[in-house]
C-alpha cells in the first residue's frame, strides 16, 4: 500500500523558513510525477510544485524563485525548502505522488506565516 507521510511544517515569521518533508512508501521512482498541493480550508487545493521522475522541478508562479523541491532517493524523501516566506503562503501542505491515473497524498502539514 502506498503511504505518504509528511513531516515538518510549523510557525515561521515572514521573511523566514521552513521546511517540509515527505517519506514515501516504496521507492520515489515507483511515482510518475510527485509534487506539493496546499490548501485553505474552503478553497481549492493549489499546485506549489511538482517534480518528474526524472527529476526535473517545476513551481507555479506565486513560489517560483523562493520555493524548491528535492529528493533524497535512498531515503525516500521529498522535500520542499519554503524561504522568503511570506503570511499569504500560510496553509495545509499536502505531498502527491501520481502514478498512471491515481493520485496518492499525505494526510497535510501545517505551515503558519506571521507577519
Known amino acids: 500500500q502506498v503511504q505518504l507521510v509528511e513531516s515538518g511544517g510549523g510557525l515561521a515569521q515572514a521573511g523566514g523558513s521552513l521546511r517540509i518533508s515527505c517519506l514515501v512508501s516504496?521507492?520515489?521512482?515507483?511515482?510518475?510525477?510527485m509534487g506539493w498541493y496546499r490548501q485553505v480550508p474552503g478553497k481549492r487545493r493549489e499546485l506549489v510544485g511538482f517534480?518528474?521522475?526524472?527529476?526535473?522541478?517545476k513551481y507555479s508562479d506565486s513560489v517560483k524563485g523562493r520555493f524548491s523541491i528535492s529528493r533524497d532517493i535512498p531515503k525516500n524523501t521529498l522535500s520542499l525548502q519554503m524561504n522568503d516566506l511570506k503570511p499569504e503562503d500560510t496553509n495545509v501542505y499536502y505531498c502527491?505522488?501520481?502514478?498512471?491515473?491515481?493520485?496518492?497524498w499525505g494526510q497535510g502539514t501545517r505551515v503558519t506565516v506571521s507577519s
Open positions: 517534480m518528474t521522475s526524472g527529476g526535473t522541478p
Open positions: 516504496g521507492s520515489i521512482f515507483n511515482f510518475d510525477y
Open positions: 502527491n505522488g501520481r502514478i498512471g491515473e491515481t493520485d496518492y
